[in-house]
């Protein structure tokens, strides 16, 4: 069976503050894909980034970066020089390779960002 | 840009009603998703469809049922709502069923049972 746990379930950074979510995940596949998307207020998800599990290259996109770890079966996320329009509720998840797609979410960290 | 569109953005039915939540995505996706999100237990899966016609259950598909006539459109059905389902309805699409493709997510629909 597949996990995904998000540990922080809100965090509170004052503006400009770099701030890390954690995911860890539990999976007994070999190949597997990890993912964090994004909830505004406004409530649509969008996606933010996706990893596989044979690729273990961070990834800089901008003031975000993922630092993904096999060994400690984690997908950590880095906002650098928060800003308000970060708050929002972040989803780390995890799918399978093939079959009909079965993602598993976390179950969210809300992070706010104060001006 | 994808675009994926819910038929309600809030919906308030009383217990017992049946109640139809419409998805519709506009990018020619086979897989389509519904959701429930709840304060502390993240989204979780009600069912999903890879093709019209075909539908898989999901995690806790008990209370629920889903219609995809069309490849477009994906409907679930509360047969009898209750308060217990109050929630909030996020339907998704992706490409294909592999676990490769993100998914597309809509504005998702605050159910209030009463």
């Known amino acids: 069976a597949q996990k995904v746990t998000q540990a922080q379930t809100e965090i509170s950074v004052v503006e400009k503050e770099d701030v890390t979510l954690d995911c860890v995940y539990e999976?007994?596949?070999?190949?597997?894909?990890l993912f964090w998307y994004k909830q505004p207020p406004s409530g649509e998800l969008v996606f933010l980034i996706r990893?596989?599990?044979?690729?273990?290259q961070n990834e800089i996109s901008g003031r975000y970066s993922w630092n993904f770890q096999k060994s400690t079966s984690s997908f950590n996320f880095t906002i650098t020089a928060s800003q308000v329009v970060d708050s929002a509720v972040y989803f780390c998840?995890?799918?399978?390779?093939?079959?009909?797609?079965?993602?598993?979410f976390g179950i969210g960290t809300k992070l706010q960002v104060i001006p | 840009d994808v675009k994926v569109t819910q038929s309600s953005r809030y919906l308030v039915k009383r217990t017992g009603e049946k109640v139809f939540l419409e998805c519709v995505q506009d990018?020619?996706?086979?897989?389509m998703f519904w959701y429930r999100q709840d304060p502390g237990l993240g989204l979780r899966l009600i069912y999903f469809?890879?093709?019209?016609?075909?539908?898989e259950k999901g995690d806790i598909p008990e209370g629920y049922s889903v219609s995809r006539e069309k490849k477009e459109r994906f409907s679930l059905i509360l047969e009898s709502a209750s308060t217990n389902q109050t929630s909030m309805y996020l339907c998704?699409?992706?490409?294909?069923?592999?676990?490769?493709?993100?998914?597309?997510f809509g504005p998702g629909t605050r159910l209030t049972v009463t």
């Open positions: 998704a699409s992706s490409p294909a069923p592999r676990g490769y493709y993100e998914q597309y």
């Open positions: 998840a995890l799918s399978q390779p093939g079959g009909y797609q079965k993602v598993t």
């Open positions: 999976t007994r596949d070999t190949t597997y894909y």
């Open positions: 469809s890879y093709d019209v016609k075909m539908k």
């Open positions: 990893r596989n599990s044979f690729d273990e």
């Open positions: 990018m020619d996706h086979e897989n």
